[in-house]
């Protein structure tokens, strides 16, 4: 069992739909990450959070430390939203999840 | 802010060569600086740590003599695949650290390509 685990690991939506990808860890972390890779390979950081909410735009993530899980939501998704999403941890490195190839359709 | 540069986006050489990934924070000082190797749909595998003036700290199963990796400065860190094969054929991607510690948010380059023939 992955230490990191994402779901789905593929989504398909519909322009306009809300968006829940999931991530669950098994390991104790100090931080929790959301980054999105583009089709080209390059990455940007969403969110670093340890506790409670973030919001960003359309975008919103959540974790709860006791369940040792974290959802990011994409609100109003936009066909620019087609990207892999990966949750990463930080514990004494970041350990990544699989990541969810998200594919949003106009 | 926080912008990564990595350079080249993109390799195709020839078996045996050697091939320099350059990875350079524009607006910040990277104390730290990580080197991950993607293969197509899986997760980044950290291959090593660089500290600015320090020796890489390599992850389990990676060569250190393949893959030399030299952060001299505190704005760029390079990794060269040394006698590069087929099976290194790869995506390859650095992040930058303006600190040190686990909590540090790390900022990505955009990746370089790198096949091998």
């Known amino acids: 069992k992955n230490e990191v685990e994402q779901s789905p690991q593929n989504l398909t939506a519909q322009e306009g739909e809300f968006i829940t990808i999931n991530c669950s860890y098994s390991v104790g972390i100090s931080a929790l990450h959301w980054l999105q890779q583009h089709p080209g390979g390059g990455i940007v950081s969403l969110f670093m959070l340890s506790s409670g909410k973030k919001k960003h735009g359309r975008l919103i993530a959540t974790i709860n430390i006791q369940e040792k899980h974290s959802s990011l939501h994409i609100t109003a998704s936009h066909p620019r939203d087609s990207a892999v999403y990966i949750c990463a941890v930080s514990g004494s490195r970041l350990t990544f999840g699989e990541g969810t190839q998200l594919t949003v359709n106009p | 802010g926080a912008v990564v540069s990595q350079h080249p986006s993109r390799v195709i050489c020839k078996s045996g060569t050697s091939v320099k990934i350059e990875c350079r924070s524009l607006?910040?000082?990277?104390?730290?600086m990580f080197w991950y190797r993607q293969f197509p749909k899986q997760s980044l595998m950290l291959m090593a740590t660089s500290n600015e003036g320090s020796k890489a700290t390599y992850e389990q199963g990676v060569e250190k003599d393949k893959f030399l990796i030299n952060h001299a400065s505190l704005t760029l860190s390079t990794l060269t695949v040394t006698s590069a094969h087929p099976e290194d054929s790869s995506f390859y991607i650095c992040?930058?650290?303006?600190?040190?510690?686990?909590?540090?948010?790390?900022?990505f380059g955009d990746g370089t390509r790198l096949s091998i023939l």
């Open positions: 992040s930058a650290s303006a600190g040190i510690g686990r909590n540090q948010p790390q900022h």
């Open positions: 607006d910040f000082q990277a104390t730290t």
